[in-house]
Each structure stands twice: as C-alpha cells, then as structure tokens.
C-alpha cells in the first residue's frame, strides 16, 4: 500500500463520503475516505478507479477495505458519448438505440478535409468547429470566443467559401469539402509565407483563421485592393494588433499566385 493510503484515518461526514467515493471518468485515480461502521468504529476504504474505453479493457472500479476484503464493480463506457453503464447488454442497448450505424444512420457522416476522406458519427449538436477539432485533430481551429461566431479564429473553408466552423453543424456538412489552414501549409501555399514573412503573429492564437479568410478571399479575387483585403479580414479579430501586417502579407502571397 502506498503512502497515502497509510495515512491516519479521520472522521468526515457523510456528505463528504459520498463527494469523495464518486467514481472519475478519463483516467485512473486513487483516493480514501473513511466512515463509522455499526459498532462506531473507523474503517478506512481504498478505492482504484480505471476508465478504458469500449474495445479494449472494461472500466473496473476495486474497493479495498482496511479488513482485507475487496469488492470490483465493471463499469463499460459508450465510445461516442462516454455514458457509463454497469453492464455490456446495457451498453449494446444504448448504442443501438442512439448510435445505430447499421442502417444509414443520420449521425454517420463523411467529410473530406484537405483532401483525406473521413467517416465518423457525431451527435446532432456537435458543431463542426468541435469535430474537426476535437474529434479529428486539427489543432488550427480556435475558439477565442468561445463559440459565438464574433473572431474568426474557428474559421474554415467549407464547399469553396469561408465560415465560422463554431456556427454550423457538422451533421449537416455531411459530403462537404473542407480546408483548414493545415492543408495550406502542407500545400506550401504562398499566403502561409507571406505570413511569416512579415511577421503578422505575435501570440499566433488568431493567425490560423486569418490565414483561412485570406486564401479563401484570393482564390475568388487574386489581386484584391487594399480595401478588399481589409473588408475580407473584417470578422476576423487579432488581440494582438497586428493588423497592417495582414494587408502587406496578403498583397504579396497575390503577387505570387
């Protein structure tokens, strides 16, 4: 037994047995509590908390008392949602009731981003900003705003055209085209160098989504003015102030188109 688990009980109450006895979800997780037993005396209670996710080891929860006994609870966790349920016919129940994917199922969707195809299932009020992000990986997608569409740091091009990725549906992007700026940099296109070039980042959080903005303004206007450029760039927020740094950048990534 480790040294946390060795040190001297004490009483807490019954409110705090229960916060404490609460079962973590994501990872593993010792911790002890303590209660009275029916003779009034302390018994300390140990407990080892691992969550796995559905396919390789179930979730197993071993409580180990100061007497010597143990006692291990399964828990299996649904690999879409992350509900927990205390059986696997349970677990297969929920999935096919709300993550059916046998029967062309509307969660099911196929996205093609920078050129790679994608099939995953997303629930209904996953925005696309989350998807592509959380689920898929492509870290260039911010949410400076925190979802509510006024930076520009989350945006993404989608069918040819600009959007904030934090305002639309994944589910309703099923079969869309999509570019974020990790396929521009993989492309080497012009707009990444001329961003770097003349230094239009300080922190960098927002650059991401300006440089998605100008290289969907260039691909429909390929010699913009400065005027053009700066109405593009115009949803687009730099907390850092770096903004006539944008408009030089741009006008030479035009140049070299």
């Not at 010597?68 to 690999?79: D, L």
């Not at 959007?163 to 296109?189: K, R, V």
């Amino acid at each position: 037994m480790s040294e946390e688990t060795k040190k001297t009980p004490k009483t807490i109450s019954r409110r705090e047995f229960l916060k404490d006895a609460g079962i973590v979800v994501g990872g593993t997780a010792v911790g002890s509590a303590f209660f009275l037993s029916a003779c009034g005396k302390e018994v300390e209670v140990t407990k080892t908390v691992t969550t796995t996710a559905l396919g390789t080891t179930s979730t197993k929860t071993v409580t180990t008392t100061a007497g010597g006994s143990t006692q291990t609870v399964t828990k299996y966790t649904c690999p879409v949602c992350s509900q927990e349920f205390n059986s696997l016919g349970a677990l297969k129940d929920h999935f096919d009731t709300e993550h059916d994917l046998s029967s062309g199922s509307a969660n099911l969707i196929k996205l093609t981003v920078n050129g790679r195809l994608y099939e995953l299932n997303v629930e209904p009020r996953w925005s696309l900003q989350k998807t592509l992000q959380e689920k898929l990986g492509f870290m260039s997608i911010k949410t400076m705003c925190g979802g509510l569409g006024q930076c520009g740091s989350c945006s993404v091009i989608v069918n040819g055209k600009p959007i904030l990725s934090c305002m639309a549906l994944a589910i309703e992007c099923d079969g869309a085209e999509i570019e974020t700026a990790e396929g521009f940099a993989e492309a080497e296109h012009p707009i990444v160098q001329a961003y770097i070039k003349n230094h239009c980042m300080q922190c960098g959080y927002c650059t991401p989504g300006f440089i998605v903005t100008a290289k969907a303004l260039l691909d429909h206007n390929p010699n913009p003015t400065k005027e053009e450029i700066i109405e593009a760039l115009g949803g687009n927020i730099c907390r850092c102030g770096t903004y006539p740094a944008h408009i030089i950048a741009v006008q030479e990534a035009a140049s070299k188109l």
